[in-house]
C-alpha cells in the first residue's frame, strides 16, 4: 500500500542516518559515555512505556470514530501523567542513580533533564495515534525523518564539544521537540481539557491490558545495559548499549510493519481470514529483509566493528552477534501479539508479553552472572527463541501460518553467515603475512568483501531451493507497492 511505501522509504532514510550518526558518536564518545545515557535512559523509557495507559491505542483498536469527549479525555489523562512522572523523576533521581557506582556527580541531573522528554513525548502522542488510525503515515514519516536529523545534528556538535553523554540528554530533548511541534502542525487540531469518566472507563479496559504489555516488552529490554553496568560498570554498560544500538539500527523495521499492522488487524477483526493472511504475509516479509541483513552483519562483524567504529569497540562484537540473532525471533512474537490485541484478546496478549519477558530476561541474567557480557548475550538469544515459542503455543488460535518457511529463512540466513564468517577469518589469515605491519584496513576491507559475496551467494541459493514462494511473493508484493500511486 501506499502507506506501507511511505513507512519503507522513511525507515530506509532513518536506518542511514542511525548508522551514520552512530559511527560518528562512537568515534566521539567513549564506552563509559554510552554505558552512562544507556543507565539514564533506561529510567525514562519505563515512563515512556506506561504513557496514557493504552487509552491511545483503544482508540485505535475501536471500530466507531473517536468522539470529542474520548479525544478529550484522552489528551488530559495524557498530559497529567507525563507532568506527574516529571515530577517523579525529578524527586527520586538521586536514589535511583545511586544504585550504580562510578557515575559522574552529574547523572541525577541528566536524568532530571531527560525527563522534561515525557511532557514533549505527550504532546505528540494523541495526534500520531490518530494519523495511525487513519493510516496517514506521510506526515508521520516526515515528523519522524527530522527528529532523527535533530537528534543526531544536536548530539554529534555537543560530542565533537567534549560533552560526554550530555550529548544524548540534549540531542533527545531536541528530537522530542522536533516530534511534538511537527506532528501537531499536521494534524490541525487542538484538544480541548476535560475528563469525561464514562468514556475513561470505557476505554480504560482494553488500554490497561495493552500498555501493559507494552511495560513489560519495556523491562524486557530496556534494562539490558542497566543490568550489565550493576555488574560490570559503566564502560560494559557502555557496550552492550552499542551493541543493542547498532544491533536494533536494521531491525527496527519490524516497528513499522507492527504500525501498519495494529490498525490494520483490527480493520479485519471481523474477517479473521483476512487477518490471518495478512500475519502471515508480514511475517515472511519482515523475515525476507532482516534475515540477511541481520546474519551479514553478524558475519562480518569482527572486522567492521573495529574498522568503522573504532578499536575500542572490539569487545562488543560477540554481544553484536548474539543480539542480531535475537532480533530476528523477536519480530514475529511482536506480530502474534498485535494480532491478538487487534482481535479484542487483550488477556492473551498481555500473557504472551510476561512470557517472553520473564525468559528473555532470566536467561540473560544467567548469562551475565556466569560468563560476563558474552554470556548474557547469548542467554538474551535463548530466552528470545523460548519466548517467541511460547507465544506460537499462547496465540494456538491463529493457525494458517507458514511457519516451515519462516524457520527456512533463519536457517538459510544462519548458515550463510556462519560460512561468510569462516570465510572471514581465513582470508584475513592468509592476506596478512610478514611483517605483522601487513595487517592493514585495506586487508580488512578485502577479507569483509569476500565474505560479503561468499553470504549473498551462498543466501541467495538457498533462497532460491528453499524458499521460492516467499521469494515470488514479496517481488509481487514489492511491484504491487510501487506501481501504486496513492
Same mark, same amino acid.
Given at each position: 500500500s501506499h502507506a506501507a511505501l511511505q513507512l519503507t522509504l522513511r525507515s530506509l532514510i532513518m536506518r542511514g542516518l542511525s548508522l551514520a550518526g552512530t559511527i560518528i558518536l562512537a568515534r566521539l564518545l567513549a564506552p563509559s559515555d554510552f554505558g552512562v545515557y544507556g543507565i539514564v535512559a533506561f529510567v525514562i523509557a519505563i515512563w515512556s512505556a506506561i504513557g496514557d495507559f493504552g487509552l491511545g491505542a483503544a482508540l485505535v483498536q475501536q471500530a466507531d470514530e473517536p468522539t470529542p469527549s474520548q479525544l478529550r479525555t484522552v489528551w488530559t489523562i495524557q498530559q497529567l501523567i507525563a507532568l506527574s512522572a516529571v515530577v517523579v523523576v525529578w524527586v527520586l533521581a538521586p536514589v535511583a542513580t545511586g544504585l550504580f557506582d562510578g557515575l559522574p556527580t552529574a547523572t541525577s541531573l541528566m536524568l532530571r533533564v531527560l525527563s522534561?522528554?515525557? /511532557?514533549?513525548?505527550?504532546?505528540?502522542?494523541?495526534?500520531?495515534?490518530?494519523?495511525?488510525?487513519?493510516?496517514?503515515?506521510?506526515?508521520?514519516?516526515?515528523?519522524? /525523518?527530522? @527528529?532523527?536529523?535533530?537528534?543526531?545534528? /544536536?548530539?554529534?556538535?555537543?560530542?565533537?564539544?567534549?560533552?560526554?553523554?550530555?550529548?544524548?540528554?540534549?540531542?533527545?530533548?531536541?528530537?522530542?521537540?522536533?516530534?511534538?511541534?511537527?506532528?501537531?502542525?499536521?494534524?490541525?487540531?487542538?484538544?480541548?481539557?476535560?475528563?469525561?469518566?464514562?468514556?475513561?472507563?470505557?476505554?480504560?479496559?482494553?488500554?490497561?491490558?495493552?500498555?501493559?504489555?507494552?511495560?513489560?516488552? $519495556?523491562?524486557?529490554?530496556?534494562?539490558?545495559?542497566?543490568?550489565?553496568?550493576?555488574?560490570?560498570?559503566?564502560? $560494559?554498560?557502555?557496550?552492550?548499549?552499542?551493541?543493542?544500538?547498532?544491533?536494533?539500527?536494521?531491525? $527496527?523495521?519490524?516497528?513499522?510493519?507492527?504500525?501498519?499492522?495494529?490498525?490494520?488487524?483490527?480493520?479485519? @477483526?471481523? @474477517?479473521?481470514?483476512?487477518?490471518?493472511?495478512?500475519?502471515? $504475509?508480514?511475517?515472511?516479509?519482515?523475515?525476507?529483509?532482516?534475515?540477511?541483513?541481520?546474519?551479514?552483519?553478524?558475519?562480518?562483524?569482527?572486522?567492521?566493528?573495529?574498522?568503522?567504529?573504532?578499536? @575500542?569497540?572490539?569487545?562488543?562484537?560477540?554481544?553484536?552477534?548474539?543480539?542480531?540473532?535475537?532480533?530476528?525471533?523477536?519480530?514475529?512474537?511482536?506480530?502474534?501479539?498485535?494480532?491478538?490485541?487487534?482481535?479484542?484478546?487483550?488477556?492473551?496478549?498481555?500473557?504472551?508479553?510476561?512470557?517472553?519477558?520473564?525468559?528473555?530476561?532470566?536467561?540473560?541474567?544467567?548469562?551475565?552472572?556466569?560468563?560476563?557480557?558474552?554470556g548474557a548475550a547469548a542467554g538474551f538469544l535463548l530466552g528470545t527463541a523460548l519466548g517467541l515459542g511460547a507465544s506460537i503455543w499462547l496465540a494456538r488460535d491463529i493457525s494458517g501460518l507458514s511457519w516451515r518457511h519462516f524457520w527456512l529463512l533463519i536457517c538459510s540466513g544462519v548458515v550463510a553467515g556462519a560460512g561468510a564468517l569462516a570465510a572471514l577469518r581465513m582470508t584475513t589469515q592468509w592476506l596478512v603475512t610478514d611483517p605483522p605491519q601487513a595487517h592493514s584496513s585495506i586487508t580488512e576491507v578485502a577479507a569483509a568483501g569476500v565474505a560479503t559475496i561468499l553470504f549473498g551467494v551462498v543466501y541467495l541459493a538457498l533462497l532460491v531451493i528453499t524458499n521460492r514462494s516467499t521469494l515470488q511473493i514479496g517481488r509481487r508484493l514489492a511491484l504491487r507497492s510501487i506501481a501504486r500511486p496513492s
Open positions: 522534561l522528554g515525557l /511532557v514533549l513525548s505527550s504532546l505528540r502522542s494523541l495526534p500520531a495515534v490518530m494519523m495511525e488510525r487513519e493510516l496517514r503515515f506521510g506526515p508521520l514519516a516526515t515528523a519522524e /525523518v527530522l @527528529q532523527q536529523l535533530s537528534f543526531y545534528v /544536536v548530539a554529534i556538535w555537543l560530542a565533537a564539544a567534549g560533552g560526554g553523554a550530555w550529548a544524548f540528554v540534549i540531542g533527545g530533548l531536541g528530537q522530542l521537540a522536533m516530534g511534538a511541534v511537527v506532528v501537531n502542525l499536521a494534524w490541525r487540531r487542538r484538544p480541548s481539557v476535560g475528563i469525561d469518566r464514562a468514556c475513561l472507563r470505557s476505554l480504560f479496559g482494553f488500554g490497561f491490558a495493552y500498555q501493559g504489555s507494552i511495560v513489560i516488552l $519495556t523491562v524486557r529490554d530496556a534494562p539490558l545495559p542497566a543490568l550489565v553496568g550493576l555488574v560490570s560498570g559503566t564502560a $560494559t554498560a557502555g557496550l552492550t548499549q552499542f551493541a543493542v544500538r547498532v544491533a536494533m539500527t536494521i531491525s $527496527t523495521i519490524d516497528e513499522m510493519v507492527a504500525r501498519i499492522a495494529f490498525p490494520a488487524f483490527a480493520r479485519l @477483526q471481523s @474477517q479473521p481470514d483476512k487477518q490471518v493472511r495478512a500475519l502471515d $504475509t508480514a511475517i515472511l516479509m519482515t523475515a525476507l529483509i532482516l534475515v540477511p541483513a541481520q546474519c551479514w552483519i553478524a558475519a562480518v562483524a569482527p572486522v567492521v566493528v573495529p574498522l568503522v567504529f573504532g578499536s @575500542q569497540w572490539s569487545d562488543a562484537v560477540v554481544p553484536l552477534q548474539f543480539i542480531c540473532l535475537a532480533t530476528l525471533l523477536r519480530f514475529p512474537a511482536r506480530y502474534l501479539r498485535q494480532a491478538e490485541f487487534a482481535a479484542g484478546a487483550s488477556g492473551r496478549g498481555l500473557g504472551m508479553s510476561i512470557a517472553t519477558t520473564i525468559l528473555a530476561l532470566v536467561a540473560f541474567e544467567l548469562g551475565l552472572l556466569g560468563w560476563g557480557l558474552p
